[in-house]
Structures are given as structure tokens and as C-alpha cells.
């Protein structure tokens, strides 16, 4: 979710550009493709892998930190950037190999020592995690008795939508309560809840930490959730936060009681079925994978590659107009656009920018501009004429590497999105 949304109020009767404003918009190894190379992007003049890496060339970036490491084996950078290409596709073997062996040669990167940890935190292995983290999440995941996110009941669960605006929303569960109605967000760590919500379930703090969000220090509580029930599924021993303030509130007045995140969809099989009006979760099995591969074979839908970036942000290939295929994140949850890009992404594009519309965003500290896309599209997906902005984006430094721009939730309203974090496959359609 775009993170700049937090804690603004949306006021029935407002027009598509006055709940941006309020709303805070955009401011803030795969069998068919295992990893990006060259095809859409310009040559790298030097074959340097940095370059490589940054423009999303991981296939060419991996081999040519590869040579570096042989050529010398003490390069910590090398082998961190190594581990992290593999961490974006889940390839869990070399990613701790090499991201173990760049934080043993340089033990003061912060980035090798969170990716490594985020490796152990995607293994459920959170003993190891631990020692890598800091205070107060390492205090949260200490105090997980028993395995993390077990899943309980059926095989798979098919959840209707409550509503799909401004954000699809499920019924959910928290610990035995009374069912609360839940943002499905890809831009979403995991389980969040507004501090009623975690009162009404019995949740315990057992760390805080503090942050300022648009000018206000807002203090955010972690602990753990017993129980999280979807449909006929029941996860236990679920990490949790919750801030001493409303996540957001929409437009006819209802206040979610949470968001639920990647951290969660990654556990599983995931369909947001966008088209259909419901969330399906299956079990991370050999049979729901077959199954699930045969019928988008059925249907024609061409797998595209998907990368996890960060420790949070999926991330697949995507065009705006004929500009790319380049790397593109999917953050699901801002409002009323299907699009976020930067200026400079736009202009290659050849969109056009109304630069007499601005929208000041982040309580005033940012600016960003409509567009319409005449095309953007993932994979066989187009989606035309789908609003948008142009603006500052906050990607980068999240990922590491340049973003295409954010395909959200307008774009996705057609179609069912399938994200296959065992084979890193991702299905729009």
C-alpha cells in the first residue's frame, strides 16, 4: 500500500482527483524465464554488473559478478549482489551461500545483513533471522513458540471480496474475534491491524518502534497472532503489527481492520482474483501446483517471471506504450490509479503529462501529475487508457535496481493475478 495513505480520512463525495490528493497517491528462478537478460533493454556499454544489475539485467549482472568472485575471492560486493539475484527468486541455497559469505567479509553492510536475514524470514527460519534483525523485530520473532504460519484446514479457500474499492477487502478472523473486514495489499509487509482490532483480539505487544509519517511520530506495536482465519484456512503463530492510529478510512466511512500482505500470500498458491471478486488461497503443494499450471495452460496464460524484491515487493516485467519489457513492481494498494512512474520513465514512453493538474502529496512535501496511458500492459494483460501519475517514486531504494514503475490497483480490476512463489511465476489474466 502506498504508504502515504496511512492515517488520511476520505470523505464520501469526492471526485477521482480530490481522493488522490487526500489520498496521498503515489508519493509515496522461473522455468520459462528464470531471470531477466538482455532482451527489451539497451546494450550496457561496459558489461559492468552494476550497470547490469540496475537496469534489471540479473541474468548478465550474475555472471558478471560471477567472474568478479573468481577473479577475486574475497569480494565482499560480488558476493552480496550474487546472493541478492538469487533471493529475488527465492533460490534459497545460493542465496544464503553467498549472501554468508559477504556478510563473513563484510560484516558491516547493512543491506547484506537485512537480505540475509529476509532470506531466513522467507524459510519461516526465524531462529536465524533473529541475530540479524533489528531490536524490535528480532524481539518479535523470538517470541514465536511453535512453527510460524502453520496452515490448518482445507486444502485450498475461495473468499469473496467484501467490496473491491477503493481496495479489494475479505472477511478475516484475528485470534477467535468476531470477523473484521481485511485490505488485501501486495505492498503490504503481512498482518496489519488497527489497534482496536488488536485489542478485540487479545494481542499482546512485545517491541514498538517509532516513525514519522506526514509530520506525526506515530508508535507501531509488534507481536504475534495466535490464529488468522481466511475462509476454511487457519494460519497460527502469525506475526502482527499495529499502529496507535487508523490505517485509513474509506470513503463511505468504514475503517478495515487491517491489511493483509505479501508476507502472508507468499506462504501460498495466491490468486487475487480481481475479475472474479475474491481472494483464493491454496497450499503450497505439488498437486494444487499442477493443478493450478494446467488449467492457466487451458486458458492460455502465458507464466511471466516474478522476483521478490526488498523483502516484500513483488516485482514482474511490464510495458508503458511500447517502453520495455522492463522491470516493473507490483504494489496493489494505491488508490484510484492502475499506474505510478517517474517523469523521466513517462517522457520514454512518450505519455503525456498534465502538468497543469499538480497534486501535492505527503502532506504537501511532494508533487505529482495525472497521465492516461494510452497502453501499459504485463505480459498478454493491457490495460488502456488506465489513470495514472508521474511523480517521485520511492521503489529504488527499496529494490536496489531501476523500477519501470508500479502497475496497482485500476490496472489489475480486468483480470485474476496468480503469484507462484515456489516456481516464481507470476499469471495476469
Known sequence: MNRTMENDHVRDGLGRRAFLRRAGLAAGASAVLPLLGAAGYPAAPTGDPDQLFQSGQFAAAERGYARLLRDDPDNAHAAGQLGYIALLSNRFDRAEHYLGAAHRLAPEDANVQRRLADCFVRQDAFARAVPLLPAAQAAQLASVTGAPYQVHGAQATRVPFLDIDPLPQVAAAVNGAAPGRFVLDTGAMGLTLTTDAAEQAGLRAVSTTTATINGRTVTTFLGIAPTLRIGAIELRNVPATWTDGAILTFPNGVVPAGTIGTALFYHFLTTIDYRGRAL??????????????????????????????????????????????RVAVMDTGTVAIGLNTSVANAERAGI?????????????????YPITPDRISIGDAVGRHVPGSVGPTPWEAMTGFDILGNFTHEFFKPFAVTFDFVGMHLYVG
Open 280 to 325: 483464493v488461497l491454496r497450499r503450497r503443494t505439488t498437486a494444487q501446483q499442477r493443478a493450478f499450471q494446467a488449467g492457466a495452460a487451458r486458458a492460455a496464460l502465458r507464466p511471466q517471471p516474478l522476483w521478490l524484491a526488498g523483502d516484500h515487493l513483488p516485482c514482474t516485467l511490464g510495458k508503458l506504450n511500447d517502453y520495455g519489457p
Open 352 to 368: 503525456t503529462i498534465d502538468w497543469s493538474d499538480p497534486i501535492p502529496v505527503n502532506g504537501g512535501t511532494a508533487t505529482v
